[in-house]
């Protein structure tokens, strides 16, 4: 009998699966678009892995991510961690003398500082669209260039322009006007990567001590470019993981493993119910002003969570001693 | 005249008991929900500190509830909120509402001033009763600022955390059909009583962490997106650093006697913030030393976007950090925050600290 442990990780851009075996290899990797529709994205591309893999072969399951709530209602998680703990784990599991994580995603980027294997600093950007992969994916977009291209196309500069960045909206207008100066595209491109990184160093990163080893995760390490530009900066060597895109996820399925020494029971809902029919159903909550709109997951008729009431009452209405979400 | 204030914490509890006390009529602010914030950023300067938009969007939903004469607290400390008053009083006009304001602002020199507005405020000018009744409404902020933290503490324990919240849903539910200071007594004490017998879960080692920075988002759960119940119900014990209680026993109280809490503060913080920075800046800086010798887990720093004080504070934390091996987190809230983000921060904040602590009592275990 096999000891699979699957970790999901549910981002704004991505959603990515992996299963690991009780020695921590990688057996499944899935990096998906998530396409603003993490149900159906989750309940396929778990369809897909159901068809290789038995009910009881999965010992523990783990979701991360900003969905991490709505993946674990659809699979039934063991663990539902935040993405900054998923990260460091999966990272310290890898490199075990790992001291700084650089984490660029989608959304948000994080700086998380760790010493003998634990956390002791992190930042996360959430607001500024700057420093994270949607910036990049908007500016390959228009300039008519694969998002997977850039990072080449970046480091054949030899002469980046500098481009302003520390706004997103500023940086698309100053990159313009070096364009319409004439200069070329991959120096532009190069120039962007630099803005990037300098806003992320400049604001993420800010008083923080960043030591080697560095570890450089998320979607965006895959830009070469990025990476590139992180060592002219820092001046130190950037390592880039294996399976970069998905530290996030298996981090989650670590941590599920972790958390079953202890439980010995998975929630693990089974591949079968993953099949179900699962509908969202929003409606406005009138009682005060608040105004809440609540969140409704169902499936099989049956109301399986609420959330994003501020006052409790419909999330707890379900099962009155146990909180849902 | 019908009175109300502005909305902070606890202490509407308190301000309701004193002046029916005396025997005035108080019209509530209605609980701080989205509307009153929309309220308040539609009407003030996009770039003014979270409170006052709050506060106006308490007046507003109080008059439309039939209230005419607004009640405000001035500030020794130079910040913004010194200007709080006289602002309200202008935006209010400016929109046209019709009310009178009452402001308790320091003497400074013009004791005369805080009278008549105190006695105007009263409604009455028999000290003897003004005084009853003051140190009355002193007694009850005191017992619901400990309802409060011992609500707190009874979350992180208990078995059952929901019913904590239940509880004190209904007290609060229950506190606007009060009318008096021993109808409210009363009250607490039959809540306090029945937190008391919930059963707790001795098992777990609870962490504990001391919330500072700026008070007004410290003690007011709509702003903080309610941190306290939060943490609680991730097992963490939480003691704030400032509370109505404080605050009062500060200004009126032991503070002018030179014995409060305060002067600790600014003692701790001496050698890294020797001078007044305005708000409770150096306060945080105290706070969080003390804290830190108190063997706290773990610190957040809270304050409102563009808080000056806050931000001198919060740049001298990482050397408080560093000097004293204690991780301390700073969250910044304002009407855009997104609560998601905001959690995701405390949750591995969270993790972090419990690590540190279970690595930690490892490293005594090996050495012992």
Request: glycine share 8%; with cysteine; hydrophobic share 40%.
């Amino acid at each position: 009998m096999k000891e699979l442990f699957v970790g999901v990780d549910v981002g704004s851009v991505s959603t990515n699966i992996v299963i690991l075996d009780d020695k921590n290899n990688l057996l499944e990797n899935k990096y998906v678009r998530t396409r603003g529709n993490p149900i159906k994205v989750i309940t396929e591309a778990m369809k897909e892995v159901g068809n290789k893999y038995k009910d009881n072969d999965i010992k523990g399951v783990g979701t991360t991510g900003s969905g991490r709530n709505l993946a674990d209602i659809i699979l039934g998680a063991d663990i539902v961690k935040n993405e900054i703990t998923a990260h460091a784990i999966a990272a310290i599991n890898f490199i075990p003398d790992v001291k700084t994580i650089l984490e660029i995603g989608g959304q948000d980027s994080k700086i998380i500082l760790i010493d003998n294997g634990i956390v002791t600093d992190f930042a996360m950007n959430t607001v500024c669209a700057a420093g994270t992969g949607s910036f990049l994916d908007r500016q390959s977009q228009r300039l008519g260039i694969e998002i997977q291209d850039f990072g080449d196309i970046a480091i054949q500069s030899e002469n980046p322009v500098r481009i302003a960045g520390r706004c997103a909206v500023f940086a698309e207008s100053d990159m313009i006007h070096k364009q319409q100066l004439g200069h070329n595209q991959e120096d532009i491109i190069n120039g962007l990567c630099e803005a990037l990184v300098r806003n992320y160093l400049n604001n993420l990163a800010k008083g923080k001590n960043i030591k080697e080893p560095i570890v450089f995760q998320g979607g965006v390490a895959a830009n070469k470019g990025i990476k590139k530009a992180f060592e002219k900066y820092l001046g130190k060597e950037i390592y880039i993981p294996e399976y970069h895109d998905v530290m996030g996820a298996i981090g989650a399925a670590i941590l599920a493993k972790e958390k079953i020494k202890k439980a010995k029971h998975t929630r693990f809902r089974g591949f079968d119910s993953i099949k179900l029919d699962y509908k969202v159903r929003g409606f406005e909550c009138n009682d005060c002003p608040n105004m809440c709109e609540v969140v409704e997951i169902i499936a099989d008729n049956k109301v399986l969570a609420r959330w994003q009431d501020k006052c409790g009452k419909h999330s707890n209405y379900i099962n009155n001693n146990d909180k849902l979400a | 005249m019908k009175i109300t204030f502005p909305h902070m914490g606890n202490v509407y509890i308190a301000a309701k008991g004193l002046l029916e006390e005396i025997g005035r009529e108080v019209v509530l602010p209605p609980p701080i929900t989205k509307k009153t914030l929309e309220l308040g950023t539609k009407y003030t300067p996009e770039s003014i500190c979270l409170p006052l938009k709050i506060n106006i969007g308490n007046y507003i939903e109080s008059i439309e509830k039939g209230a005419d004469t607004i009640l405000i607290t001035g500030s020794c400390g130079p910040c913004r909120f010194g200007f709080y008053g006289s602002m309200e009083k202008r935006i209010l006009k400016d929109l046209g509402y019709d009310v009178e304001f009452i402001s308790f602002d320091p003497p400074e020199g013009n004791p005369n001033a805080l009278l008549t507005e105190i006695l105007k405020a009263a409604g009455t000018k028999n000290i003897f009763k003004i005084m009853k009744a003051v140190s009355r409404g002193k007694q009850v902020l005191y017992s619901a600022d400990n309802l409060l933290d011992y609500s707190n503490y009874k979350r992180a324990v208990a078995i059952n955390k929901n019913k904590v919240d239940q509880i004190m849903d209904e007290f609060y539910f229950k506190i606007e059909g009060t009318k008096g200071v021993n109808e409210i007594n009363s009250l607490i004490s039959s809540s306090y009583d029945k937190l008391k017998i919930l059963k707790e879960d001795n098992k777990i080692d609870n962490l504990k962490i001391g919330i500072i920075g700026e008070i007004y988002t410290i003690i007011e759960p709509f702003v903080n997106l309610n941190i306290e119940k939060k943490l609680g119900h991730m097992g963490v014990i939480v003691e704030k650093s400032l509370t109505p209680s404080k605050w009062v026993s500060h200004h009126i109280g032991l503070g002018q006697i030179g014995i409060s809490e305060e002067r600790k503060k600014w003692k701790k913080a001496k050698p890294y913030l020797p001078t007044l920075v305005g708000g409770h800046g150096r306060e945080t800086v105290g706070s969080a030393i003390l804290y830190a010798e108190e063997n706290f887990d773990g610190l957040i720093q809270i304050l409102p976007f563009n808080c000056m004080p806050e931000i001198v504070a919060e740049s001298v934390l990482p050397s408080v950090q560093k000097d004293y091996n204690i991780p301390i987190m700073t969250l910044i809230v304002d009407e855009m925050t997104g609560e998601a983000g905001y959690l995701t921060r405390i949750e591995a904040f969270i993790d972090l600290v419990r690590k540190r602590k279970e690595s930690e009592n490892e490293r005594i275990i090996c050495r012992s």
